[in-house]
């Protein structure tokens, strides 16, 4: 494992190490591969626009959100792909001391 790998997950988790944070990956999670606009996020989990904007721009700085423009609003997606490189990041060795589980069975889905 290349130490600028390492950084790059501890700063991913780190992004999504708040309460707001996690919460708002959880909901982009259940509106995939679609997302929302920033109204609806702010609206659905109850966080101002602009404490709503510091968040999604620490997820998207940390490539765990993508953003598109449609006219004046910003629709945010969970970056599956992101997701799925850090879940494998930390499955990695797992299970390997003991092999009572494949690695593959836990991250397959």
């Known amino acids: ?14 992004a999504m ?6 919460r708002i990956m959880r909901l982009l999670l259940s509106a995939h591969p679609v997302g929302m606009v920033v109204g609806e996020i702010g609206e659905e ?9 510091h968040h999604l721009d620490k997820l998207k700085n940390e490539g765990l959100v993508g953003v598109t423009r449609e006219g004046v ?21 797992c299970c390997t001391r003991n092999q ?6 836990i991250t397959c889905c």
């Open 73 to 93: 609003f910003l629709r945010y997606a969970a970056n599956t792909l992101a997701l799925q490189e850090l879940l494998a990041f930390l499955y990695a060795e």
């Open 17 to 22: 190490g708040t309460e707001p944070r996690l």
């Open 45 to 53: 989990l109850g966080i101002p626009n602009s404490t709503l904007s």
């Open 1 to 14: 494992m290349v130490e600028t790998e390492l950084a790059r997950y501890a700063d991913m988790l780190s």
């Open 100 to 105: 009572v589980v494949e690695p593959g069975k």
